[in-house]
């Protein structure tokens, strides 16, 4: 899969501001948080907190994130390998686990989670 250039951070910075007010909406807030969470990592190399909304399918304990143009796209890198600690904002409550980022052979990203109990 070709390289994608970073998309610009005042684009990205609007679309998940816009995203994190639908989320807390009184009239959309359930429907959205239902398939959207925020989740909150530390980098690897910077050392500082994130957060970022992200779509994701949950079954028991798992949470599931398909990270949408991953090329342009670096937070999913924090959890290549071995791994690494993530936060889930669900149900009104964080959630501590652990997160793998994986790539398919046709370049498509999965992030899992295990939540922690």
Sequence with gaps: MGYQKP??????HGLNTGVLALRSSPWFGRLISRRLTVVTYTGRRSGHTFSTPVAYRRTGDVVTIGVQ????????RNFLGEGGPISLHLDGTDRAGHAIARRD???????????KR
């Design 69 to 76: 143009l991953p090329d342009a796209k670096a937070w999913w």
């Design 7 to 12: 998309l610009p951070k005042r684009l990205v």
């Design 105 to 115: 052979e046709r370049g498509r990203v999965r992030v899992t989670v295990q939540l």
